[in-house]
């Protein structure tokens, strides 16, 4: 069976898509680009946007083994978008867990029992 975890990150990552889609179609990238990177917290959201690839880059790193795989799940995430980072956590919820040691049919521990 499925993790709901799994399956919310693919429906996400197509809505997602969508959205984008939407926006290229709708939108002049360069023009609102422009205005974004002339606003203070335009820069400051462009930022948080890109410290946020860096760590999910760093995560695809602890997870992944190899070279190639590394840097095929990490790179075109800054061209493709938290889209990408999410169908990445939906194909690797497996070994996410994991490496984090926790077994994913296990609900967490109730503290008051």
Request: aromatic fraction near 12%; glycine fraction near 6%; charged fraction near 15%.
């Amino acid at each position: 069976m499925t993790h709901p975890i799994r399956l919310l990150c693919l429906i996400l990552a197509i809505a997602f898509t969508a959205l984008i889609g939407w926006a290229s179609v709708r939108g002049d990238f360069g023009a609102e680009f422009a205005a974004i990177t002339a606003m203070p917290w335009g820069q400051v959201s462009l930022v948080d946007l890109y410290l946020g690839f860096l760590l999910y880059g760093l995560a695809v790193w602890v997870v992944e083994k190899d070279l190639k795989t590394r840097l095929l799940w990490a790179v075109p995430v800054i061209f493709l978008g938290n889209a990408w980072s999410l169908v990445w956590v939906a194909v690797r919820w497996p070994q996410i867990l994991a490496r984090l040691k926790i077994e994913p049919t296990e609900p967490p521990a109730d503290p008051k029992s």
